[in-house]
């Protein structure tokens, strides 16, 4: 369980800007999906105690991921001064939150069979989850932008910069979708070796590890929708 103390220093943060608890909770994905990286490694390796013990740390820094998006939004229904839409804000927040629900969703699905796939299939998933954890790097640098953009009261400069940080993620998560298709095409040829339960397994990693770079790139739509109509 989450303290009641750390629940405090959420809502101290918020006090002193609305906008450091965002970033705070996008940094949380980030290390979700860090924490998935690393799972995913130790499971093409077939360290399964290691990609136990990594589930269980993803779900902790999920929940402390929830607990922080649950403050925010009670504290948006508050009276409080924001310098964008709080709807937009909101929009904004459900696709990031996604990033360590789909992180989590991924590591338990890590837990339940072992991997058995030619060497070819097991480096595919190394670069569908380095790529995306790439994609989600370059998301928080995203989102860290926006304390900026508020200090300096959205300058054209720092605005154009935050808009250029979300073409680049955009660019990112079309890459993890060519890697993401060539790997379902590759698993399926396999098909004979791997068995129709270890396809269906595989297939479904592969789309759920997807899914992460894509609620990057849709918060990031989401975020650039949010400046451009504050």
Known sequence: MIKKEYIRSVLNIFAS???????????KGGDCVR?????????????????????NQIDV??????????????????????????????NFLKPQDSISDDAQEVAFWLTVHKFEAPDDIRDGFKELMAKTLETVEMYEDLVSTLGELLETSFSKRDVEETLHLVVKVEEMEHQVDVIEKD?????????????????YHLAR??????????????????????????
Do not use: W
Request: glycine share 4%; with cysteine.
């Open 17 to 27: 800007s609305p906008f450091k608890p965002l970033v705070m909770h996008a940094n």
């Open 61 to 90: 820094i999920e929940h402390e991921a929830d607990v922080i998006k649950q403050t925010i939004r009670s504290e948006l229904s508050s009276s409080i001064m924001l310098p964008v839409h709080a709807n937009d804000l909101l």
């Open 183 to 199: 790997l379902v095409r590759q698993i399926f040829r396999n098909e004979n070796n791997i068995g129709a339960v270890g396809v």
């Open 35 to 55: 924490k998935l990286n690393e799972s995913l490694i130790a499971y093409c390796d077939g360290n399964m105690d290691i990609v136990e013990e990594l589930s």
């Open 205 to 230: 990693l592969v789309r759920g590890i997807g899914d992460i770079a894509d609620k990057s790139e849709h918060a990031a739509d989401r975020l650039r929708t949010m400046v451009l109509r504050r």
